[in-house]
């Protein structure tokens, strides 16, 4: 079983930078389209930006011009490049994607366990 696995939250002051990532635990056969939402206390989850296959992006509008995703596809990797942080950015950031195990595999959509992303002085 295929699990996505976050690294790179933590915690930043106002006005500061972090580059989440978002790696599958095991090889996979490839990912169409791979997300990152978040959730803060007391919300619901939204969603952050995504990018498919062919490399087109697509941002929510609270974080256009401020967040950055990427993918390295030989890797199935997805980054979030956060910048200019506030403090409402503040929540549990989650990583999503539309999975092919094998070749011979079916579409399934996964979640990552989430990483803490604080921003505050």
């Known amino acids: 079983q295929v699990q996505l696995v976050e690294s790179g939250g933590g915690l930043v002051q106002p006005g500061g930078s972090l580059r989440l990532a978002c790696t599958p635990s095991?090889?996979?056969?490839?990912?169409?389209?791979m997300r990152w939402f978040r959730q803060a206390p007391g919300k619901q989850r939204e969603l952050v930006a995504t990018?498919?296959?062919?490399?087109?992006?697509n941002y929510a509008d609270f974080v256009k011009g401020r967040f950055t995703i990427s993918r390295d596809s030989a890797k199935n990797t997805v980054y979030l490049q956060m910048d200019s942080l506030k403090p409402e950015d503040t929540a549990m950031y989650y990583c999503y994607a539309n999975i092919r195990i094998t070749r011979w595999s079916t579409y399934s959509t996964y979640w990552g366990q989430g990483t803490q992303v604080t921003v505050s002085s």
């Open positions: 095991i090889t996979i056969f490839s990912a169409n389209d």
């Open positions: 990018i498919i296959d062919n490399g087109i992006t």
